[in-house]
C-alpha cells in the first residue's frame, strides 16, 4: 500500500510538471471505502494473535493520534480448532500495569525501549500462562470475529506438519576483499509431494527476528529435492540498501535462522504483498493482494515452527 500511495504523489507530479503553470488542474478522487484490516496469526506452541484496525483513505491525515484511533475496539473474536472454541481477550497498552506490560511486549516482541509514554495499541489474544487454544501441528484453525458496530467477518487457516531443514551453515563472501562478510545457507528437504510452502526468519545479534524481503517459496520446481539455498540477511522495509553487504552477516554475528510450513492461503498473500513491496517505479504494474478474510482484508495465518537454528559466525 505504500508503494502505491508514492505512486500516486508520483504521477501527480508528474502531470502537474508537464502541464502549462497556468492550467488548473482537478484530481477527482474516490470515497474512502472503509473496511476492517485483520493482521492474525497462530504459530505452532503459541496462542494466536490478532491486531484489528480500519484503513486509511490514500489521502487523509496520518499520524499517531489516528493510527491509535484506528485499532477496532471492543470486537468478539471467537477461534476454533474444530474441537475447543475460545474467545480472545482483548488488551490495551493503556489498561495494563508495569508487570502485565513487560509480559504483553515479550509476547508481541515489542521493544518496551522504543514505546512512546503517550502511546497506545490493542490486539486479541490469551492473555493468560495456560491459552485455552494453542498451534498444533496439522490442525485447522476458524476464526470468527464480530465488531462492536456488528460486522461480521471470517477466516480459515491451518498449521502443516513440519518440514525441517536438513542443514544451516554460512560461506564467505567470493570476494576477498570483503572476507568480513558472510551468507548462510540451508539444505531443504521437500517432500514428494506437490503443494508444499514455506516462509523464512532471519535475526542478527539482537535484532528483532524479521521475514526476508522474498521470504516464501512454493515447490513447484523442487518438489521432493534435497538442495541447498542461500538466502538473504533479513532486515526491515525502507533501509537504506547496500549493494555489497545486503543479504550478508558479519564475522562474530549470533544469526538465528527460522524456517517455517505454511499453508498456501498464508504463501500467497504474503507473495503478493512482497511482490507489491520490492516493485520499483511508478510505471510498474500492479498487484492484487488475496486476502482470506470474509467480510474485511488482511490475513489469519498459521505457521509451522519447522527450525530455528542459532550459531554465531567464525573465520
Known amino acids: 500500500m505504500l508503494n502505491t500511495i508514492k505512486n500516486l504523489f508520483f504521477l501527480l507530479l508528474v502531470a502537474f510538471t508537464l502541464s502549462n503553470c497556468e492550467r488548473e488542474i482537478t484530481v477527482d478522487l474516490p470515497d474512502h471505502n472503509e473496511k476492517i484490516v485483520v493482521e492474525g496469526s497462530i504459530e505452532s506452541g503459541s496462542p494466536p494473535i490478532v491486531y484489528l484496525s480500519r484503513n486509511f483513505a490514500?489521502?487523509?491525515s496520518f499520524d499517531l493520534a489516528s493510527f491509535q484511533n484506528n485499532f477496532v475496539r471492543g470486537a468478539e473474536i471467537v477461534?476454533?480448532?474444530?474441537?475447543?472454541?475460545?474467545?480472545?481477550?482483548?488488551?490495551?497498552?493503556?489498561?495494563?500495569?508495569d508487570l502485565e506490560r513487560q509480559i504483553f511486549a515479550e509476547a508481541a516482541g515489542i521493544d518496551l525501549e522504543f514505546v512512546p509514554e503517550d502511546f497506545d495499541f490493542c490486539l486479541y489474544t490469551f492473555f493468560d500462562f495456560e491459552p485455552e487454544i494453542i498451534g498444533e501441528y496439522g490442525k485447522t484453525y476458524t476464526m470468527n470475529i464480530t465488531t462492536a458496530e456488528g460486522e461480521n467477518l471470517f477466516a480459515q487457516t491451518s498449521i502443516p506438519n513440519p518440514a525441517p531443514l536438513d542443514s544451516v551453515w554460512y560461506e564467505?563472501?567470493?570476494d576477498p576483499q570483503n572476507d568480513t562478510l558472510w551468507r548462510v545457507y540451508m539444505q531443504i528437504n521437500d517432500?514428494?509431494?506437490?503443494?508444499?510452502?514455506?516462509?523464512?526468519y532471519t535475526q542478527q545479534n539482537d535484532e528483532p527476528l524479521y521475514p526476508g524481503l522474498n521470504s516464501v517459496f512454493d515447490d513447484l520446481?523442487?518438489?521432493?529435492?534435497?538442495?541447498?539455498v542461500p538466502i538473504d540477511r533479513a532486515q526491515p522495509q525502507g533501509l537504506e540498501f547496500d549493494f555489497v553487504?545486503?543479504?550478508?552477516?558479519?564475522?562474530?554475528?549470533t544469526v538465528t535462522v527460522r524456517w517455517d510450513a505454511i499453508d498456501q492461503q498464508t504463501y500467497t498473500f504474503w507473495a503478493d504483498l512482497e511482490?507489491?513491496?520490492?516493485?520499483?517505479?511508478?510505471?510498474?504494474?500492479?498487484?492484487?493482494?488475496?486476502?482470506n478474510i470474509e467480510g474485511g482484508i488482511g490475513i489469519w495465518a498459521g505457521y509451522a515452527i519447522s527450525s530455528n537454528e542459532t550459531f554465531v559466525i567464525e573465520e
Open 191 to 200: 517432500p514428494d509431494t506437490l503443494g508444499n510452502y514455506y516462509r523464512y
Open 221 to 228: 520446481l523442487l518438489n521432493g529435492l534435497s538442495l541447498p
Open 79 to 97: 477461534i476454533s480448532d474444530g474441537i475447543k472454541t475460545a474467545t480472545l481477550d482483548e488488551i490495551c497498552w493503556s489498561t495494563l500495569s
Open 275 to 291: 511482490r507489491l513491496a520490492n516493485s520499483a517505479g511508478p510505471f510498474s504494474s500492479s498487484t492484487k493482494v488475496n486476502f
Open 245 to 253: 553487504s545486503y543479504g550478508y552477516f558479519k564475522t562474530g554475528d
Open 58 to 60: 490514500y489521502f487523509g
Open 172 to 174: 564467505p563472501h567470493n
